[in-house]
């Protein structure tokens, strides 16, 4: 048997035809009114009250969501150790290319702050893993919600509530792979400059190291750093290129008058805040 699909007036998707909406819980059907039966004033009185809470009430309390910083916040002081123990090992190897650092001292901060940073990345590491299996688990039981509720095997406003819920728990997680995600905890606008200063302090280090002093065996330790950097860079960087992409084609909208110039720079607006946030 087809189900029966129609536009929702607030969403404007096209959600199973029921009470509510599937999506935004708007009330879809309004219940008849039915006559009042005549009953005794002590059973009036004595009767349950079975009003139901309204679909929106539900909504708004499953989806108050906290801020970032609320939900992140084991995450963000592991990248906050990491980018800091980061700085300063990139400003060590800057004073030993500008012959300011002591070639014995150089040597033994240099081993010290590769093993912090070799612990952090490896917690770090776990921490992504964790939160991606709890994400994949969350979004394996959506499916499985909506197939129930496509089916008739649990009606609409359990449907609503329940995926909620579950989109709330998704939600809190994702901040927390955005901090993992950038372990150098730098906005997504500054990804090409940063970028760019890894490579050209690698190719310092491989040109001038060894006629300063710097070991063969920590130049090479020094280009694999940079190369596991790069390595990271690159998750952050698509998202960058999607967010420039973007601002670009929104650009050539406006220029063809597809947009207004209000609407051109609202859009605008959002899409560079994006560009200040620290993670993909």
Same mark, same amino acid.
């Given at each position: 048997?087809?189900?029966?699909?129609?536009?929702?007036?607030?969403?404007?998707?096209?959600?199973?035809?029921?009470?509510?909406?599937?999506?935004?819980?708007?009330?879809?059907?309004?219940? &008849?009114?039915?006559?009042?039966?005549?009953?005794?004033?002590?059973?009036?009185?004595?009767?349950?009250?079975?009003?139901? *809470?309204?679909?929106?009430?539900?909504?708004?309390?499953?989806?108050?969501?906290?801020?970032?910083?609320?939900? &992140?916040?084991?995450?963000?002081?592991? *990248?906050?150790?990491?980018?800091?123990?980061? $700085?300063?090992?990139?400003?060590?190897?800057?004073?030993?290319?500008?012959? @300011?650092?002591?070639?014995?001292?150089?040597?033994?901060?240099?081993?010290? =702050?590769?093993?912090?940073?070799?612990?952090?990345?490896? %917690?770090?590491?776990? @921490?992504?893993?964790?939160?991606?299996?709890?994400?994949?688990?969350?979004?394996?039981?959506?499916?499985?919600? +909506?197939? +129930?509720?496509?089916?008739?095997?649990?009606?609409? %406003?359990?449907?609503?509530? !329940?995926?909620?819920?579950? @989109? %709330?728990?998704?939600?809190?997680? %994702?901040?927390?792979?955005? =901090?993992?995600?950038?372990?150098?905890?730098?906005?997504?606008?500054?990804?090409?400059?940063?970028?760019?200063?890894? @490579?050209?302090?690698?190719?310092? *280090?491989?040109?001038?190291?060894?006629?300063?002093?710097?070991?063969?065996?920590?130049?090479?330790?020094?280009?694999?750093?940079?190369?596991?950097?790069?390595?990271?860079?690159?998750?952050?960087?698509?998202?960058?290129?999607?967010?420039?992409?973007?601002?670009?084609? $929104?650009?050539?909208?406006?220029?063809?008058?597809?947009?207004?110039?209000?609407?051109? $720079?609202? $859009?605008?607006?959002?899409?560079?805040? !994006?560009?200040?946030?620290?993670?993909?």
């Amino acid at each position: 048997m087809a189900t029966t699909r129609i536009e929702c007036p607030n969403c404007h998707r096209l959600t199973i035809k029921g009470k509510f909406c599937i999506y935004c819980g708007y009330t879809l059907e309004q219940p &008849a009114e039915q006559p009042k039966p005549i009953v005794e004033e002590a059973e009036a009185i004595a009767a349950p009250s079975t009003q139901e *809470v309204p679909v929106e009430a539900v909504e708004q309390q499953v989806t108050s969501m906290p801020s970032p910083e609320e939900v &992140a916040v084991e995450e963000k002081r592991l *990248v906050d150790q990491m980018s800091t123990v980061y $700085l300063w090992y990139f400003r060590l190897i800057d004073l030993f290319l500008e012959k @300011e650092a002591d070639p014995e001292v150089f040597q033994e901060l240099f081993d010290e =702050y590769r093993s912090r940073l070799r612990t952090l990345d490896e %917690r770090r590491e776990a @921490e992504i893993k964790k939160v991606e299996e709890k994400i994949n688990s969350l979004t394996a039981s959506l499916e499985k919600l +909506k197939v +129930k509720h496509e089916v008739g095997e649990i009606p609409d %406003r359990q449907y609503i509530t !329940q995926k909620l819920e579950i @989109e %709330r728990e998704i939600g809190k997680l %994702r901040p927390k792979l955005m =901090y993992l995600r950038n372990p150098f905890n730098i906005r997504l606008g500054d990804l090409p400059t940063f970028k760019a200063q890894l @490579e050209e302090r690698l190719a310092k *280090v491989k040109t001038s190291g060894l006629e300063l002093g710097m070991k063969p065996e920590v130049i090479q330790m020094f280009e694999q750093d940079v190369q596991q950097s790069l390595k990271v860079l690159e998750v952050l960087m698509e998202q960058h290129q999607k967010i420039k992409k973007e601002l670009n084609k $929104l650009e050539l909208r406006y220029k063809i008058g597809e947009l207004k110039q209000s609407e051109y $720079l609202s $859009l605008k607006q959002k899409l560079e805040r !994006q560009l200040e946030l620290r993670g993909g």
